[in-house]
């Protein structure tokens, strides 16, 4: 009687958890910028917020600054070609900025996919205009494991998955953060970049192939340069820069 009394409780318990899965899947989710309801349950933004989204047309593919025509590099990237392409989103700015802080200190994870979403749609672009070829590969700017651990995810990886899903590219790892750099903000490019040598490391022989490095926000490129060094270093390869977002400092 006992055996039967906890097999009915374990049916009825199997149900209402299918039950409360089928229900998230058919209710919409609140907007991440303004908290109206979205039309559909996959989407994180309402139509409006979505459509406020930054999204210049053009922006040069060395150093990000918006161009008039669809061309791969404004006058001073022509003269001094950049050695990585950057793809990037627009200017770390409101509401841009408001999604990368919820992602990143609000343990607001959903937003990843979303990021995700709009860089996607930046590199289908700059692929179906033949400025950019599709990496064979993607890698998540890694974080040191005591970050890792604070914040208990890395921001760059769930971007990059979104990513890896939505263009059906291939996410390896094996790239490790083994030094801590303390926050940069203050530093210039020069003192950022001799902070960050010998930060990543390699724990395995990454396959041959155009490699496209994935992170949040692209600010001195310091952080992707010596991530580039470092895998260049094991084997020469092309390497792209993707990143939601971009800041520069003086
Ligand atoms: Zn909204
Ligand atoms: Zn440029």
Redesign the pocket.
């Known amino acids: 009687m006992k055996l039967l009394t906890a097999s009915v409780a374990l049916n009825l318990f199997e149900a209402l958890i299918k039950k409360s899965q089928q229900l998230r899947n058919v209710l919409p989710h609140c907007c991440l910028l303004c908290d109206q309801q979205t039309a559909d349950y996959r989407e994180h933004l309402c139509i409006v917020c979505r459509a406020d989204l930054p999204f210049p047309m053009h922006l ?6 918006p161009l008039t025509k669809q061309q791969p ?6 003269t001094n070609p ?1 050695t990585h392409k950057l793809i990037t989103c627009a200017n770390y700015a409101t509401p841009l900025k408001q999604l990368i802080t919820s992602l990143k200190y609000k343990d607001n994870q959903l937003v990843a996919d979303e990021l995700a979403r709009h860089l996607a749609r930046r590199v289908r672009l700059l692929i179906a205009t033949d400025l950019l070829s599709k990496p064979h590969y993607l890698i998540a700017v890694p974080l040191h494991p005591k970050r890792l651990r604070q914040r208990g995810y890395n921001q760059a990886q769930l971007i990059a998955q979104g990513l890896s899903r939505d263009l059906d590219i291939e996410l390896l790892d094996g790239v490790e953060r083994v030094i801590n750099t303390p926050t940069q903000t203050s530093l210039d490019a020069a003192a950022r970049m001799r902070n960050l040598r010998g930060a990543f490391t390699l724990n395995t022989t990454l396959p041959a192939g155009t490699i496209a490095l994935i992170d949040d926000v692209f600010t001195t490129g310091s952080t992707m340069q010596e991530l580039a060094a470092t895998i260049t270093r094991q084997h020469p390869r092309q390497i792209q820069f993707w990143s939601v977002a971009h800041t520069t400092i003086e």
């Open positions: 040069c593919l060395g150093c990000a600054i590099w404004c006058g001073q990237c022509q950049p």
